[in-house]
């Protein structure tokens, strides 16, 4: 799968050695889903980039050149993911920020191909042992700073294993390494927090915006009590979890609303070179 | 200024932008102090960083080439500081280990400057409000997860502060953004511990070698009584504090014994570059 990328919107694969991205994770990213030249969650994802900036002290990014960007780069992908990187520029020694701040983007789309039978029968998750740090002043933006989700997500290796689910330091499940949680219990949809830990994803915020949900803390034990448990994802959708376990679900009623939901946003569950392919 | 820079032991000054350095911040780095062609504690940077790799999964590294291209790049600064990054290097899309790493070496020189007032009469530091998160998986490593020092140096730009202190979300002080922390407290040398947080120094670790140092937790209460405040950088030595608030210190003579050992290292209290322009 060849990736199409630019840096500073000039058609070129590197940066700086010296960027403060590269030397202290220092900047945010987005990972966008554009189907047919048109990417149907980018409001979502360009306020969760503007808040991330400013929460970084980051000069406020030019969302409209950036979605520009995107288009060009996914231009001719009938379904591509699209990650933008934007990082605080280069910089001299130290933490300092830099008297002036020249962030540098990043945007690479490739083409994206998603497994139509984990839409329709779920995946199997585990439990990571890592367990996810409490930062307040960090929680919930997509930064730079992924260690925990690349330690948790070398966990395991078995294939059979879609997700990695990411639990706090008291034990409640926050997250999975790549996609947010929901789950149904006692009847209500409910997920987890993320103002202590965690990314506020963009599919999270679709749903919080469209649904009635109740933002608490899910222990394991009452997620085991669950009628239905799904990820959540910009580029994957909703992605029901068939196992945990020992403890199995079907793919219920709730994310098949919010399947079909997605597909009228227009984000269907398949992606047309596999359609293409059949 | 000038910095002379290797990535991959090529006099190039670009990485891949699709190098999980700068995608996900998933590395370590180094900062050594190079005088007269010599990195008197290279030894335990070397140590720091092996280990660094066995922690976050990646390849043992090549202890001595990179020796060799730190000698390489500060040959001609009398004396230099040196930062050394190891990134995992190229990835695909996802947090997932690629399945061969083939990690990216950067190495950049630069001529060092220190400021001999700052030794002598010490410097001024302050508390930062930004807490530092606890997580076991990646404390004592100098990894390249740093928005949280980026965030609490960016607190303040008064340059009479030298430096800002780092406590833990108990509040009980673990470092500085970029040094280790020592106070002599009832006649005892303290430094807290650096395994729920905080980067285990290299001068940490030397003075940890070659004194009875306890390491404990250290509350701001217990650190205002302190007899001596000091603070400790593989680059910039030992460095007494004077000032934290409305507590003040006079350089004291367990600073003193370590300034004179560091010395003896073959590490000075002033760079040649300073002394000559006197």
Known sequence: ???????????VG??????????YGDGLFETVRVVGGVAPLWPRHAARLTRGCAQL?????????????I???????????????LSRGVGERGYALPLRQAPTLVVAAAELTLDPVAFREGIAVRVCDLQLATQPALAGLKHLNRLEQVLARAEWTDPAIGEGLLCDMAGDVVCATAANLFAVIDGEL???????CGVAGVARAEILATRAVAVTRVGLARLHQASEVFLTSAVR????????????WQP???AGALQAHWASLGL????RAKDRDR
């Open 71 to 85: 288009l060009r780069l996914s231009g001719g992908f009938p379904d591509a993911v699209v990650r933008v990187t």
């Open 268 to 271: 269907p569950l398949t992606t």
């Open 14 to 23: 590197v940066v700086s050695a010296a960027d403060r991205g590269f030397t």
């Open 1 to 11: 799968m060849s990736t199409r990328r630019s840096v500073d919107f000039r058609d």
């Open 57 to 69: 002290r980051m000069p406020a990014p030019g969302i409209d050149a950036i979605y520009a960007e």
């Open 252 to 254: 219920g009623p709730v």
């Open 237 to 248: 959708g909703i992605l029901p979890v068939r196992a945990l376990g020992a403890h199995t």
């Open 190 to 196: 409910v997920t987890p927090p993320v103002d202590l």
